[in-house]
């Protein structure tokens, strides 16, 4: 009877041990989610810059050096027939508060400096720095839908212009003069017909209203099943689902908020706040898909464990936050080729890295659970690794339609840039978050591997990387005889009676981790 007893005692601290270890774990975890949530926030405020609305200004900008130009913007136009939103009026380049300045003096008499608005496709390969400078001023050129504003050392009248044809116009400043400590201010702004908002980023609206849409109806479906099954949760697979589709949710609603407020609202380009968030969100929701694909195959992660996840999101989200913010300017402000491709390949190896330790993970987990016996928690893990391959297929893909997105195309393929950067990308982060919530929704059949004691084994799960596979092996606890003769008193009784405790206990918790079977009990052991 005191040997069942002590075994009773051991086993109830040995489960009372376990849960607290769980609580910890998942506090532990909790910090670290709100440490990449921190840390996203400062890599996104220190590197993106907000997405640009139809609007340029220059700030005290420098002019360029004699007989030189620039190119500056790149704006989006859609005439009133090709418009695919409201048809208000026709579209309106302004010129407002366009003024030079030198720091410290007047500004030379013989300055001659220029900014114009041209059709990209017809000034691309013709436009040169002495055709523009004859003779010490600017001449224009005799191309349809070039408009020029000459610019003086005081302010000059607001000009507005109507342009009658859809395509992508560059935005350039020439000088012809001195060009000593000469600065330019003032704003070019572009109205389509719709609104301020650039002509290939209007079909973005639609996109971020459904990805919203998606997002809502997810959470709240997803909402009914977790309170119906509210007693099967696993607190830290679920909390990272719902996590991630909430960053997912706040993402496309923040957008769609900015994209709205720059139809209206011209000066939305410097300091947008939405955008700001939204493109934080971006990166964070990057860094949630990761860390969720990790964290269900840890179920009690080491300090070593929890340091490595934290440097794999570290590197992840530094690497992503230069590649989203060349991604946002990237039309607009004409970058090359090979710019993308030095921002995209720190992130695709970064990546590509994190994806095998992923993988790694989850068919150590797919081994651990055949051998246990368990063909239900085996096939979740098979089918979460399947997902895992088939996001990393899905984002080479996308990257790859990303790099093909050239700046300034024809108009009829500017549904093709919001196809390839932002409707790809959130259908397919929607899709895997959606596919873990089905896979991994609340049910008693989620049970982590040393909760299954029915085959009559524990897993001493070592680490999921290496590949081992421990059962322990639960030894019989041999009879244990008490004799109390006339000799003995109460206080050597119950010192002896605590001494066959502990040995039952550390019988108990004696175990083998071999890799071979666990050792069977005899019927008189369970009895």
């Known amino acids: 009877r005191s040997s069942n007893l002590a075994q009773i005692l051991a086993v109830f601290a040995q489960r009372q041990a376990l849960e607290a270890n769980r609580v910890c774990t998942f506090h532990r975890e909790l910090n670290q ?5 921190a840390l996203s926030i400062v890599v996104a405020a220190s590197v993106v810059t907000s997405a640009w609305a139809e609007m340029y ?6 002019i360029p050096a004699r007989d030189t130009f620039e190119r500056r913007y790149v704006f989006y136009v859609h005439s009133l027939e090709d418009s695919p939103g409201p048809r208000g009026s026709k579209p309106q380049l302004s010129f407002s508060d366009m003024k030079l300045g030198r720091g410290g003096g007047e500004v030379p008499d013989d300055t001659a400096v220029a900014v114009g608005v041209l059709p990209w496709h017809e000034t691309l390969s013709s436009l040169d720095g002495n055709s523009l400078c004859v003779q010490g001023s600017v001449q224009s050129m005799n191309v349809a839908d070039a408009h020029w504003h000459q610019v003086k050392s005081f302010a000059a009248e607001h000009r507005t212009f109507t342009l009658e044809r859809t395509g992508a116009y560059m935005l350039i400043i020439v000088n012809c003069g001195q060009d ?8 070019v702004v572009l109205q389509n017909p719709y609104g301020f908002i650039a002509g290939n980023d209007y079909f973005k609206l639609s996109v971020y209203m459904w990805s919203a849409l998606a997002y809502v109806a997810a959470l709240l479906l997803w909402g009914v099943k977790m309170l119906s099954r509210r007693n099967a949760l696993q607190q830290r697979v679920h909390l990272h689902i719902t996590l991630v589709a909430v960053v997912g949710m706040l993402e496309s609603v923040l957008y769609l908020a900015h994209f709205t407020q720059t139809i209206r609202h011209p000066d939305s380009q410097i ?10 969100l971006s990166i964070e929701k990057i860094a949630y898909i990761f860390l969720l694909f990790r964290l269900v195959t840890l179920e009690t992660p080491t300090c070593k464990e929890q ?16 590649k989203v913010w060349l ?17 995209v390949l720190p992130v695709a190896a970064v990546g590509l890295g994190s994806s095998v330790w992923v993988v790694h993970g989850l068919l150590g987990r797919m081994r651990r659970f055949r ?17 895992a391959f088939n996001l990393v297929l899905a984002s080479t893909i996308i990257l790859w339609a990303q790099y093909l997105d050239m700046p300034c195309p024809d108009f ?6 919001a196809l390839a950067n932002d409707a790809a990308p959130q259908a397919t982060a929607f899709a895997a978050i959606a596919a873990m919530m089905c896979m991994w929704q609340p049910s008693e059949d989620l049970r982590p591997i040393y909760e299954l004691t029915d085959a009559g084994a524990r897993g001493a799960i070592e680490d999921p990387e290496a590949g081992k596979v421990g059962q322990v092996a639960l030894e019989p606890v041999a009879a244990v005889e008490f004799v109390i003769d006339d000799c003995d008193d109460d206080g050597d009784g119950d010192v002896e009676f605590g001494d066959t405790a502990a040995k039952a206990t550390r019988a108990q918790d004696r175990s083998v981790v071999t890799g071979g079977a666990a050792e069977p009990w005899s019927d008189a052991h369970k009895a």
Do not use: C
């Open 57 to 62: 200004r220059f700030d005290q900008e420098t």
């Open 307 to 322: 340091a490595t996840v934290s440097v794999i999101i570290a590197l992840l989200m530094l690497t992503a936050a230069p």
């Open 33 to 37: 989610d709100m440490a990449v949530s």
């Open 327 to 343: 991604q946002s300017v990237r039309h607009q402000m004409v970058a090359s080729d090979n710019s993308f491709v030095m921002a």
């Open 180 to 187: 000593a400590g000469v600065h330019i201010s003032g704003s």
């Open 412 to 417: 009829t393929r500017w549904f093709y840039h």
């Open 271 to 280: 300091g947008s706040r939405l955008s700001l968030a939204a493109e934080v």
């Open 371 to 387: 051998e246990v016996g368990e063909e239900k928690m085996r096939t979740l893990y098979q089918h979460t690794a399947f997902l």
